[in-house]
T-cell receptor
Framework: SQQGEEDPQALSIQEGENATMNCSYK?????LQWYRQNSGRGLVHLIL?????REKHSGRLRVTLDTSKKSSSLLITASRAADTASYFCAPATRETSGSRLTFGEGTQLTVNP | DAGVIQSPRHEVTEMGQEVTLRCKPISGHDYLFWYRQTMMRGLELLIYFNNNVPIDDSGMPEDRFSAKMPNASFSTLKIQPSEPRDSAVYFC???????????FGPGTRLTVL
């Protein structure tokens, strides 16, 4: 199944620093979505980037997509302690019209105050 | 909107008992998803519905698991009989458009003793 693989598995930074997480996938996509999960909570959608887009911004978030390399990155600028969470990418494939999302194991981000 | 509503939030039961988890999707959403999350296996898609019809149940682990969606505002996931290895957090999510963002509920933490 199409599954995004996040890298690194864990990332620890100081408040104010930038955090970059990467995602790789295997097949053609309609779009790629990033989600955040705080401990003990459900996932929260952060941003969706379509296959014909290369970069997208939302507040302190910046997502890039390189379909030739089948990879995406999520950059969080000026991180805060509240950004501590697990981050997942979810490629939405063409075959299923994006109906089915498969999540990887995520990147555990810790932002130290 | 209240978001996706799940009940109960916590369930503790003994092996062999029947467990029923409930979900109310966001009004107007055509897709409903059931996921299971464990430390060992991460976040797994169990089944999803489109317009109350099950589309893909290939993630349902075995015949002990069943899911129904009798109407657009309600779905159940039933485990009968339950086993300790079913202990996990079960999430329900809904979505309006194919390929769009999914909205997750808070989850049901199931413990089978």
């Amino acid at each position: 199944s199409q599954q995004g693989e996040e890298d690194p598995q864990a990332l620890s930074i100081q408040e104010g620093e930038n955090a970059t997480m990467n995602c790789s996938y295997k097949t053609s996509i309609n779009n790629l979505q990033w989600y955040r999960q705080n401990s003990g909570r459900g996932l929260v959608h952060l941003i969706l980037i379509r296959s014909n887009e290369r970069e997208k911004h939302s507040g302190r978030l910046r997502v890039t997509l390189d379909t030739s390399k089948k990879s995406s990155s999520l950059l969080i600028t000026a991180s805060r302690a509240a950004d501590t969470a697990s981050y997942f990418c979810a490629p939405a494939t063409r075959e299923t019209s994006g109906s089915r999302l498969t999540f990887g194991e995520g990147t555990q981000l810790t932002v130290n105050p | 909107d209240a978001g996706v509503i799940q009940s109960p939030r916590h369930e503790v039961t003994e092996m062999g008992q029947e467990v029923t988890l409930r979900c109310k999707p966001i009004s107007g959403h055509d897709y409903l998803f059931w996921y299971r999350q464990t430390m060992m296996r991460g976040l797994e898609l169990l089944i999803y519905f489109n317009n109350n019809v099950p589309i893909d149940d290939s993630g349902m682990p075995e015949d002990r698991f069943s899911a129904k969606m009798p109407n657009a505002s309600f779905s159940t996931l039933k485990i009968q009989p339950s086993e300790p290895r079913d202990s996990a957090v079960y999430f329900c999510a809904s979505r309006m458009l194919a390929g769009g963002e999914q909205f997750f509920g808070p989850g049901t933490r199931l413990t089978v003793l």
